[in-house]
């Protein structure tokens, strides 16, 4: 199983990144998918994730402006950021697992993990 993130970036405060992440090897289709994102010297921390059923949950910081899509059929989830801020600036992964939404938060929920895309929000 792979996932290959992509769509990172240098943007300008308040601008847009669209990020992409393409699972192979497997279907995902009763998964749950999301993305993380860690800063340097800080922790991973859940950005937004999506249940099999479409069910999705973000981190406060990012309500409002990012939004997770999942395309089952093409094994693809995508993360749109819009009015993208400085303290956006992470490594962003994709992951992939199955459980319960409770558990979304903890990264050792998470079965499959991205390399990483960076994303780099200039002030």
């Known amino acids: 199983v792979q996932l290959q993130a992509s769509g990172g970036g240098l943007v300008q405060a308040g601008g847009s990144l669209r990020l992409s992440c393409i699972v192979s090897g497997s279907t995902f289709t009763n998964y749950d998918m999301g993305w993380y994102r860690q800063a340097p010297g800080k922790q991973r921390e859940l950005v937004a994730a999506?249940?099999?059923?479409?069910?999705?949950d973000y981190a406060d910081s990012v309500k409002g402006r990012f939004t997770i899509i999942k395309d089952s059929a093409k094994n693809t989830v995508n993360l749109q950021m819009n009015s993208l801020k400085f303290e956006d600036t992470a490594v962003y992964y994709c992951?992939?697992?199955?459980?319960?939404?409770?558990?979304?938060?903890?990264?050792?929920?998470?079965?499959?993990w991205g390399q990483g895309t960076l994303v780099t929000v200039s002030s």
């Open positions: 992951a992939v697992t199955r459980i319960v939404r409770s558990s979304w938060s903890l990264p050792s929920s998470w079965y499959y």
């Open positions: 999506i249940s099999s059923g479409g069910s999705t």
